[in-house]
């Protein structure tokens, strides 16, 4: 069963440094998302990307923030310069439609 | 206040028990995920609901778009289904989740 993928699993870097997490959505999928979880609290919108553009975007989702399909497959969100508080889980989200299909997520630590 | 709420916030229950969780809404939605999130941090999508009900397995889900409000039901429950279980709304574009419930089975 196809699935969605996230690289890397766990990614430590020190604050003020870029970070992209990679995202490969499953293929025939035409809405891709961002999520991010902070330990302990609840799961939060980032941003929706559909037809090569962002659909729309949370408050979260700041002029650090940006996503991109470079290639046809993956998509990838950078983080300009990392905060503490960007410490968090990030999950990357395809479909079609309504449905959603979560990947397994990254581990951002940043210290 | 939440735009999407969930209760209890834990829920402990003897294998075997009929369990039911709930998620109430206050704002527009075009469809009602339930979503279940194990201990190492990966959410598994278990329903898809915008009316009536769907079933799976063990697994139960209603939905009653005039008053904003929907139930997970596990029947039969073992101590595997024990996960934080996650109800999110499709609003716009995104999903809006509710703070989760954590669920303990115990043998």
């Known amino acids: ?111 | 206040k939440n735009e999407v709420e969930q209760s209890p916030q834990n829920l402990t229950a003897q294998e075997g028990e009929f369990i039911t969780i709930n998620c109430s809404y206050s704002v527009g939605i075009s469809a009602l995920h339930w979503l279940q999130q194990h201990p190492g941090g990966g959410i598994v999508s278990l329903f898809m609901l915008s009316s009536g009900k769907k079933k799976h397995g063990r697994l139960i889900a209603t939905i009653n778009i005039q008053e904003k409000h929907s139930s997970l039901h596990i029947t039969a429950s073992h101590p595997r289904d024990s996960a934080v279980y996650i109800c999110a709304v499709r609003n716009t574009d995104k999903l809006i989740f509710g703070t989760g419930t954590r669920l303990q089975v115990f043998p």
């Not at chain 1, 980032?46 to 962002?54: A, D, H, K, Q, T």
């Not at chain 1, 700041?62 to 993956?74: A, I, K």
Request: aromatic share 14%; hydrophobic share 30%; with cysteine.
């Open chain 1, 1 to 111: 069963e196809p699935e969605v993928t996230q690289t890397p699993s766990h990614q430590v870097t020190q604050m003020g440094q870029e970070v992209i997490l990679r995202c490969v959505p499953i293929s025939n999928h035409l809405y891709f998302y961002w999520y991010r979880q902070i330990l302990g609290q609840k799961v939060e919108f980032l941003v929706s990307f559909y037809n090569n553009e962002i659909s729309e975007k949370s408050e979260i989702f700041d002029d650090q923030f940006s996503v991109e399909r470079p290639d046809g497959s993956n998509f990838t969100l950078k983080i300009r310069s990392t905060k503490l508080e960007d410490s968090a889980m990030y999950f990357c989200a395809s479909g079609r439609e309504d449905e959603q299909y979560f990947g397994p997520g990254t581990r951002l630590t940043v210290t």
